[in-house]
């Protein structure tokens, strides 16, 4: 299935702007590169997706290498409640349409 | 609209028992997932529906498990003579996309389900 790679853990302080790093270097052509997010005792959360260029939306940043073997997540500034599991994700390989999760990061946020 | 509904929020039951979760995805939503849990790792893929049909099945999911989605609305993940392996938290996410798939899929998660295996 298609891979991602990501940090286990990263900190932040509130108010800071954090980078969250994924590395996606066997991503095809057609991939869309989707972002979610899991709070504690929640289910995951979409929070943005991208293809080539660089997407903005309301809570989030995705800045995409130019070769998209990389992206990276950019929360302008942190908040408390913006404490969780992010997760990069592609979907699976061979034209499977499913979206294949990681470990993902788990960013602390430090009041 | 509520999101999507996931039921019961917790299950405990012993070992060898038959267990059903049932998960009503957003209305509109055409297609539904199933996904497992187990702590400390991200979700695992299960099974997806595109209305009715169910189109992937993971090689995880055995023959102990059956997912169904009878009238394209809400489904049922069935768990036959559970074992302690089974001890998760079983998530339901539903999406919609038109046949002319642009490759971008947004999901929307339900709370989860969690199995508890004695």
């Known amino acids: 299935d298609a891979k991602t790679t990501q940090p286990n853990s990263m900190e932040s302080n509130e108010e800071e702007p954090v980078h969250l790093p994924c590395n996606h270097s066997?991503?095809?052509?057609?991939?869309?590169i989707h972002w979610y997010r899991q709070l504690p005792s929640q289910g995951p959360e979409y929070v943005i997706h991208?293809?080539?260029s660089n997407v903005n939306n309301r809570m989030a940043s995705l800045a995409i290498a130019e070769d998209r073997k990389s992206s990276t997540l950019i929360l302008h500034r942190a908040t408390l409640r913006d404490a969780a599991v992010y997760y990069c994700?592609?979907?699976?390989?061979?034209?499977?349409?499913?979206?294949?999760f990681g470990k993902g990061t788990k960013l602390t946020v430090n009041p | 609209d509520t999101g999507v509904s996931q039921d019961p929020r917790h299950k405990i039951t012993k070992r060898g028992q038959n267990v059903t979760f049932r998960c009503d995805p957003i209305?509109?939503?055409?297609?539904l997932y199933w996904y497992r849990q187990t702590l400390g790792q991200g979700p695992e893929f299960l099974t997806y529906?595109?209305?009715?049909?169910?189109?992937?099945k993971s090689r995880l999911l055995s023959d102990r498990f059956s997912a169904e989605r009878p009238k394209g609305s809400f489904s049922t993940l069935e768990i036959q003579r559970t074992e302690q392996g089974d001890s998760a938290m079983y998530l339901c996410?539903?999406?919609?996309?038109?046949?002319?798939?642009?490759?971008?899929?947004?999901?929307?998660f339900g709370a989860g389900s969690r199995l508890t295996v004695l």
């Open positions: 996410a539903s999406s919609f996309l038109a046949k002319t798939w642009s490759g971008a899929n947004v999901l929307t």
């Open positions: 066997t991503i095809s052509g057609t991939d869309y």
């Open positions: 991208g293809l080539t």
């Open positions: 994700i592609l979907r699976g390989e061979g034209g499977s349409e499913k979206l294949v």
């Open positions: 209305s509109e939503h055409n297609r």
């Open positions: 529906f595109q209305n009715e049909a169910q189109l992937e």
